[in-house]
């Protein structure tokens, strides 16, 4: 991204910093993607100035970059920037986490119509790590990227769940659930060779139960409630002790 490093920098006001992605290893807030559905890339990039975030969007026409778009951004720095379908419609939607907390992002996505960008979201979404990809369903993947949102518990535990755009709002993606959460459970399997908490114990069943794996599910509900010190509580894990057991349970 050097050559557009420093393209930027004749482009951007003289005291402006392009952003660092903080969990991209700090590389540049910088992305090339096709965002107006011309099959063309357009050259995206968030920048601080005079201690306000802002997202500026160029497009190239005769080998010269000219902006095209501009907002304003949240918080403090920037986490993630990517371009990907998540409508229906097949055409990229902006993904954008701004930082407002130590651990803590707001979701932002955005499409851009023939007027500009608008919001995808209409509420206050916040989340501790995102990882978007075409999950695989039933029939396999459809072209239309999941979201899957990481909100921070304790340790290094994590409320996770999967959602899709459905038009109005993010739903959650119950079909894809049996592809994310193996990865999931394979996530708490690893903490679990390090810390044997009961909440890993927990979310480990959580995980299980969304993978579809009922028996190694309840295997673990139950090793959590061996624990003294149990978190969380002894009630809200007998209720996914129940969740877990009813799944087992033939139709």
Do not use: C
């Not at 028996?215 to 090793?223: E, F, M, P, Q, V």
């Amino acid at each position: 991204m050097n050559e557009f490093e420093h393209l930027l920098e004749s482009i951007l006001p003289p005291s402006a910093t392009i952003l660092k992605l903080q969990n991209s290893n700090n590389r540049p807030a910088i992305l090339l993607a096709d965002i107006d559905g011309d099959r063309l890339k357009e050259l995206i990039v968030a920048y601080k100035y005079q201690g306000e975030n802002y997202l500026l969007l160029l497009k190239e026409s005769y080998n010269i970059w000219y902006p095209m778009a501009e907002i304003k951004g949240k918080g403090y720095a920037i986490t993630d920037l990517m371009a990907v379908p998540l409508t229906a419609q097949g055409a990229n939607s902006l993904v954008v986490g701004w930082q407002i907390g130590s651990i803590w992002s707001q979701l932002v996505l955005l499409q851009w119509k023939i007027y500009g960008f608008i919001n995808l979201l209409t509420n206050y979404v916040v989340y501790s790590k995102l990882f978007v990809e075409d999950m695989s369903g039933k029939y396999g993947k459809n072209g239309q990227f999941e979201l899957a949102i990481w909100i921070h518990d304790t340790g290094e535990a994590y409320t996770i769940d999967v959602y899709r755009y459905t038009g109005a709002e993010l739903t959650k993606a119950t079909d894809v659930y049996p592809y994310y959460f193996r990865k999931v459970a394979s996530y708490y399997k690893q903490i679990l060779q390090k810390y044997d908490f009961s909440y890993y114990w927990y979310y480990l069943a959580d995980a299980l139960l969304k993978a579809e794996e009922f028996n190694h599910a309840l295997t673990s509900i139950d090793k959590a409630l061996t624990f003294t010190n149990l978190y969380p509580s002894k009630e809200k894990m007998l209720e996914l002790k129940n969740e877990i057991l009813n799944k087992q349970k033939p139709n």
